[in-house]
Every structure is written in C-alpha cells, then in structure tokens.
C-alpha cells in the first residue's frame, strides 16, 4: 500500500494508532483467525476485539468473511510505503511538464507485456507488437518483462536560460503475470544515455485496490506501484534524496530540442523481474511522468 499525507489516508493512519490493533495485525500476518481466537490471543472479550476488526477493516487493512457462525479475518496488505510531501526551497525558475506513459517514442520489450486504459486493454497481450497501437497514447498502465520504453523530454528552455536541474517522478512497480507482492526487480533509468540510477521495486502489488485503477482490473492483477522521485543537479543524480548516479546536469546537452528517458530492466541484472508503469487514471497517483525544468536567467 503506497500512501501520502492526506486526509484520504488518515482513517489508515487511524486504524494503525492502536496497540491492540497492531497486535491483531501481527497475529493475522501469520494465519486467518476467527473472533474467538483473536480474542483469546489478545486477552479481550470478543465485542472489543469485533470493534477493533471493524476499524482495520474499515480502513482496508483486513477482510472479513463468513463461515457459518463464525467471521474469519485475514490480513490485505504486506507492506506500506509513506511517501511526506517535499518543498524544494531554491532561487530557480520552472517549466513543469506532465509526459503520458503512452507517449514513448521507442521501445524494445519481451513479455509478458500490455497496454491499458480507463476501459481495457490496448490490443492483445503479450505482444510487443501492440505497442505501437495508435491508441497507446491513451494508457494509463504499461508492463513488460525486460527490456525498456523511451520518452522524449522537451526542452523549452530559451538561449538566455541556463538548465540548473531536473526533476522527474514517475510510479513503478515489477511485472509479474497477474502480480506477485514479494517479486523484485532492478529499473533502471538514464537520461540522454547518463544513467541516474537503479531501484529495486520489492513486487508487482495487488494487496489491496488502489485509488485510481479501474474496477474492471481483476483484483489479483497489479493495482498500484511507488511512487519514485529522481533529482539530476550539479552534485549528481538521487533517487528520493539517495545518492544514485554520478550524472550531472552539465552532462545534459543544453541546445537539444529534447532529452531521451529510458526506463527499462537489463538482461545482466541481479534481479530481472519486469518492470510495471502507472499513468493517469492508474495506481495511486494520478499522473503521468512529471518533470520539472529548473533554470535561472543567464546575467
């Protein structure tokens, strides 16, 4: 589960402000339990522990099921991932820039692969050939099994304008068929052909429904990936403020019409295991691949 500071994640935040509710979590990371032995377990009567289960289930932590007389619970989620909000507090003019998932302008893949939007899929699966269907400019998801997509970055900088730093954020996630929450992969991303960096993605997530994707997407299909900051600057390249690369904004050539993003999974990596893109409509963040264009006047 990937959440950010906002009133739409506080009922989680909520739900997780309890000792006793922590507990449960950590009894039902184990097995399904039924009121009666959770009650047991935590040494409370079973209309607490039932008040309890209400609020983790509330907050789509857990699920809950009948079995005859009996409600049986079971745990949703494996992991979450908060993601703060970032202020960056610089002298610096932006051009920000919003890049569909399905505007790349090349790419070479194996799959499993596919293209989907708000209604369906993009033609048929595991089929490179499809994406370079027309309508793959409508995506808001994309996945392949190894190998790369590539977008054009414009540059709208001006002759007067000097390029101090770039950044990118995008949300990630493995490829796995339908999806695989403990499944990593290495992605790696380059600029103009700099790499900045290489993240692992811990699984292609399906733990609980995201906020955006579409209810026609299965339930065991992936939902929702991470989302992921890049910084390129004069001091090089981060990764959510980790250093990650050794490329710098002066090695980008400031009089091109556009920089090349290549997001892909190398064949000679540790862990090949796909690589999944959310777009709008899509995941937990409804965006595309912003970038923002920082620069100064030149004196």
């Known amino acids: 589960m990937d959440l ?13 402000a309890s000792s ?19 009650s047991k377990a935590l040494g409370i009567s079973s209309t607490i522990t039932i008040a309890h289960l209400n609020k983790l289930e509330e907050a789509k932590l857990i699920r809950s099921e009948k079995k005859g007389n009996q409600r049986i619970s079971t745990l949703t989620i494996d992991t979450i991932n908060i993601n703060f909000p970032t202020k960056l507090y610089i002298p610096f003019k932006s051009v920000d820039i919003d890049i569909p998932i399905g505007q790349y302008t090349s790419y070479d893949i194996s799959p499993t692969c596919g293209l989907a939007d708000s209604k369906g899929f993009i033609g048929k699966l595991d089929q490179p050939g499809y994406f370079m269907d027309p309508k793959r400019y409508q995506a808001g998801m994309l996945w392949f099994g190894r ?19 770039l950044e990118l954020s995008l949300e990630l996630g493995s490829e796995f068929p339908f999806s695989n929450n403990n499944w990593k992969s290495d992605i790696t991303i380059s600029l103009d052909g700099q790499e900045l960096g290489t993240w692992t993605s ?8 995201s906020r955006y994707t579409p209810k026609w997407v299965d339930n065991d299909m992936n939902q929702y990936g991470i989302l992921k900051s890049l910084r390129i ?27 090349t993003l290549r997001i892909g999974v190398k064949e000679n990596a540790d862990n090949v295991g796909g690589c ?6 899509f995941g937990n963040h409804n965006q595309g691949i ?10």
């Open 290 to 299: 912003k970038t923002a264009i920082y620069y100064s006047d030149q004196t």
């Open 233 to 259: 600057s004069n001091h090089g390249s981060t990764i959510d403020g980790k250093p990650s690369g050794n490329t710098t904004i002066n090695m980008l050539d400031r009089t091109k019409n556009s920089w």
């Open 20 to 38: 006793v509710r922590v507990k449960i979590i950590q009894l039902l990371s184990k097995d399904k339990l039924n009121v009666s032995q959770l």
């Open 276 to 281: 999944t893109l959310f777009g709008h409509k």
């Open 4 to 16: 950010d500071v906002s009133a739409e994640s506080v009922p989680i935040f909520r739900a997780l």
């Open 147 to 165: 190998g790369y997509v590539e977008y054009q970055i414009p540059n709208y900088l001006q002759k007067d304008q000097n390029l101090e730093m």
């Open 202 to 209: 811990p699984g292609d997530f399906s733990d609980t429904h």
